[in-house]
């Protein structure tokens, strides 16, 4: 370990396990300017709007109760799936400007700042604070690096799961859901007919990655799309390529502008009544009924049958953290079974603790705590729990010079298994 955080480490740990309340003994006996700016917790996220927003004002409400004489700031910055918000991130680590703790993705996306020693082992704080019990093993072993763990999971969320205005829909003569690609892009051109000029809303870059994974989640089945990312499974099979014919002929439904939509501007074409589907983060549920619009329906992916596609927002202690007391605080809250509830039950996902109440929860929310226990999950590469960042802005790129220049799938597929080539090695 670095010099000098051998001590901190210890300390750190004997606080959580006597509890977050003894963590503000020491600056109860101090005051002044000095001792406010030390109580500060920079909180830095991508959760600037909508159901986003709503979540973590609920778990700065519990950091309040459980974190005494510890200060919020906010340090977001807007950009769906943190695509702004990592770019900035990068430039004040590397200007050795650190916040004290971040959002990153559970999974691969944080390989990178683990190497570069950006973030803290948390491996003490998660047997005090009893994560071990709390949390599913499978997810346990996916926050596990070389026996290690370095955050802490606050949610888990769907990627592969379809948005729906069912009156769009009745007035296209829609009346059933589809349960495969054909029967889907049967009822978008229904929806043209009747129309309809976007029946697919759909954004930038991440987003048109979200659509084609679960294409490709239908096309190769769990197993074979998990393998896209460990090099299990070609990039350049047949399936792929069908996969890629399939997603292509989608993307001709969508809205023309797509390329500089972020994703709450798509979900307002499906709002207005200007689109009937949207593929989107079952976030999106707490973010329409943030916005009003509770009329939805939702469904799995056409032909990805009981597959989950998971990922897990989670927090960090950051190397060099001007307040690591007070970020420790505020990592116990958001572990703690209450800080997930109050959390969860706003933004609209389901707690990564299986102990946790689900009063207040959604119909949706319900569904998705059921599923989770028997569907048979599957990692993302579009939110960081399938590949590294630097994997996923390669596959981004590809995808937006396909969006925006029209190039052939043939020309994108040779450049989805380029990158796959360049990084399944660096896994």
Not at 151 to 177: E, K
């Amino acid at each position: 370990m670095r010099t000098g955080l051998v001590g901190r480490h210890t300390r750190r740990v004997l606080a959580a396990a006597a509890g977050v309340i003894l963590l503000l003994a020491a600056s109860a006996c101090s005051g002044g300017d000095e001792d406010a700016e030390a109580s500060k917790v920079e909180v830095f996220t991508w959760w600037a709007e909508g159901g986003e927003k709503a979540g973590l004002d609920a778990l700065v409400g519990q950091f309040a109760e459980e974190c005494q004489g510890q200060q919020f700031i906010d340090g977001a910055v807007a950009g769906g799936a943190g695509i702004n918000a990592k770019q900035v991130l990068t430039a004040r680590l590397t200007q050795n400007d650190p916040p004290d703790t971040f959002q990153v993705h559970a999974g691969a996306e944080l390989s990178e700042y683990i190497d570069a020693g950006r973030v803290e082992d948390l491996t003490g704080e998660f047997q005090a604070w009893g994560l071990r019990q709390a949390l599913p093993q499978g997810l346990i072993d996916d926050l596990t690096v070389n026996g290690k763990i370095y955050s802490v999971p606050v949610n888990v969320h769907r990627a592969n799961v379809v948005w729906a205005n069912p009156q769009v829909l009745s007035d296209a003569g829609i009346h059933t859901t589809p349960k495969t690609i054909t029967a889907f892009l049967a009822d978008l051109e229904k929806l043209r007919k009747a129309g309809i000029e976007s029946p697919l809303a759909l954004g930038r870059d991440w987003t048109q990655l979200m659509l084609l994974e679960a294409v490709l989640i239908t096309k190769l089945g769990p197993e074979r799309f998990s393998g896209l990312f460990t090099g299990e499974t070609s990039w350049s099979s047949t399936a792929v390529s069908a996969g890629l014919r399939d997603f292509a002929k989608l993307l001709k439904y969508s809205n023309a502008d797509r390329d500089a939509m972020d994703w709450p501007d798509a979900e307002r074409l499906l709002i207005d009544g200007k689109a009937g589907y949207q593929v989107m983060g079952d976030w999106e549920a707490a973010d329409l009924t943030a916005k009003g619009f509770r009329a939805y329906d939702w469904f799995t992916f056409p032909g990805n049958g009981d597959v989950f596609q998971w990922l897990a927002d989670s927090f960090v202690l950051a190397t060099g953290a001007p307040n690591p007391d007070g970020t420790t605080c505020w990592l116990a809250t958001v572990g703690s079974a209450p800080g997930q509830q109050a959390f969860n039950a706003a933004k609209g996902s389901i707690p990564a603790r299986t102990d946790t109440p689900t009063d207040g929860f959604s119909a949706y929310q319900l569904a998705a705590v059921e599923d989770w226990k028997s569907a048979t999950p599957v990692p993302s590469c579009a939110h960081g729990s399938a590949c590294s960042q630097a994997w996923q802005n390669a596959v981004n790129s590809a995808l937006s010079a396909y969006s925006t220049n029209h190039h052939s799938t043939t020309a994108l597929q040779k450049s989805l298994a380029a990158a796959a080539t360049q990084f399944v090695k660096q896994e």
